[in-house]
């Protein structure tokens, strides 16, 4: 899709996209750099060391992105140190409006499930599905 049209789209307020948002072309550089890396444990590594350059909408959402395209063995470390960034913005942008209003929605007490690895002892990510748990775990 054509960035205007991509922009148009967003201004016509038809796509789910966070109030944050705003469009960067230096933003738009590293993303597109950084996507060839989408789903391979190289992408935190390279994420990390062009992270400071991006907006703060687009590191929440860049390291999102990349955290859900990616359940191989990387560094957890790394995952954690950037996950607990103090950037602004960041219940705004690292879900879409709709994510984020199903997650406020949910009860004080929930179940999750996860599945992991031999030898793992430190886990980060959860799911209130237990098929997918079963399916991680197979």
Known sequence: MEVGTYQMRINNKTENVSTAFVPNQTDNFIIRNLLPYEGTPMAITKFKECCNELSDYAYWFMLSTLWVSYSGFS??????????????????????PDELAALKKLPNKIIVYRAHRQKETDWIAYTLDKNIADRFAR
């Open 75 to 96: 560094d957890l470390e790394l995952w954690k140190e950037l996950f607990s960034s103090n950037r602004p913005n960041k219940s705004i942008s690292l879900m879409k």
